[in-house]
């Protein structure tokens, strides 16, 4: 297996995904917005907006290359002189405070044309109001695509997206967390093709696991206090993507294409200061939930 | 001059900030929240919210100390054992786009008793839309206040806040700019008495500067594009606060007080993919303006 044919199985998934979330949208379609990178490579950043289900998100997809930097040797501890990288992101921030944030990423990377080689991905959702037969849900789909490629993968990269998605300045969960993992390659004991297949099944598990969860909550006619709760919830996903993801500050830091790398933004995000709900209420429960990690699925 | 007759000048310093924004406000008032700090100290965060002039804002002031921990020292290159900083830090986001955002700082800081000590500070002015002659004004009244006590200062704290406020990634500056200034202490010529005063002088400045501003500026009705256009660049707000504002993420990483750090927050931020605005329009060349540092002062 190539790197070109990762590249494109990459770029094919971009468009498999783009075309199932403008079906359950129903309304709006994907732009799509090529970009070149000077030192190499370039990608295709594909977002949607004003929809009716998605207000606004984007499934990039982009494979670059060139020589290592200094900030990249610093930053990400890399023994090699050139690398190549490739992979697709998402972020959905959808219209409705009922409906959850989703992100999802795949990614290969590469030193020296293959010397060395890993894998990172992972698929994470963040209600604004938490759903436990949902999340339940969400959590039983990550692990039967898991399952098919090795029953240490669920429980595993849970915990390390357990410990990921984790804003320490709140003492916060950033939702109900998903799987998450990085570095992995042959050393796990699967080969390069069936981590690669991994990554697709993830990649195409993404939009079937975000049809159910749409497809499971029953709408009510939105509320100004649903609105102003999705709003803050979403300002703790700018901190958290601005204070502590690694990805958005590497790009960030490192000179990386910023609209591409900041589409992860919601539309609109509220802060206030202090805040506090009654005891009881939907948010505090929600608060009170994100405070502590879970076992989703019972061992 | 003791650290308490300091502490207790800052805290004296918020006070009459507080009471002088109430009047340009006319409506809304400040709420004081103490708080205590476990290692050493405290403070009272005030925070003030849907006024006539201001949606949000906040004037903190703060009296720390306790150990250097290890954090402290590999962030801030510390050598000694025990510190002690207080200061007073002010951002406030007005209701009106026409308004301009503001932000404050005057600080001190010293280690082991004073063995080692310096001043730190700085005021700068974020309008949504730039208005030159407001600019000039505001600069003018920085060096007025500034050459009280040195030339020297303005020029340099003036290019020092240049470098400072501006967002690599977006390759602008968060606004018209202002002074920035750390590490001062007895060795630029100035006793440490008048370091001090100097750092009243500006905080006294503050509200009227401020007041300058809102004064000079007539209001239209709002329209939704300006309203569109504050939130946007508040978004640049927030990510220059989250990605690049040393005192923000030293404080997050280090455990400081959240509420009090991310009271610099925005009331409401938007972000869209790929803004891009009509040629000659005010948004248009506002961003243009933004791309390069000004004098805004002729020598």
Known sequence: MTRKEIEESYRDLQLHICQALEAIDGQA?????PWIREEGGGGFTRTISNGRVFEKGGVAFSAVHGPVSIVMKKQLNLEGEHFFATGVSIVLHPKHPRHPIIHMNVRYFELDNGSTYWFGG???LTPHFVDLT??????QQLKDTSDQYSSDFYPK??????RYFYLPHREESRGIGGIFYDH???????????LFQYSLSLGRLFPVAYKHQVDSIELNDVTEAELNWQALRRG??????????????????????????????PPRANWEYNLEFEAGSEEAETLAFLKKTHDFIKR
């Not at 990269?157 to 357990?162: I, T």
């Open 134 to 139: 949902l999340a339940v849900d969400f959590h």
């Open 157 to 162: 990269f849970k915990e390390w997206a357990d």
């Open 184 to 194: 992995l390659d042959e050393s796990c004991g699967l080969s390069k093709a069936d």
């Open 122 to 124: 992972g698929i994470d």
């Open 236 to 265: 703790r996903y700018v901190e958290f993507n601005l204070l502590h993801d690694r990805g958005t500050k590497f790009g960030i830091y490192s000179g990386g294409r910023t609209e591409s790398i900041l589409m992860s933004m």
């Open 29 to 33: 379609t994907f732009v799509e917005d």
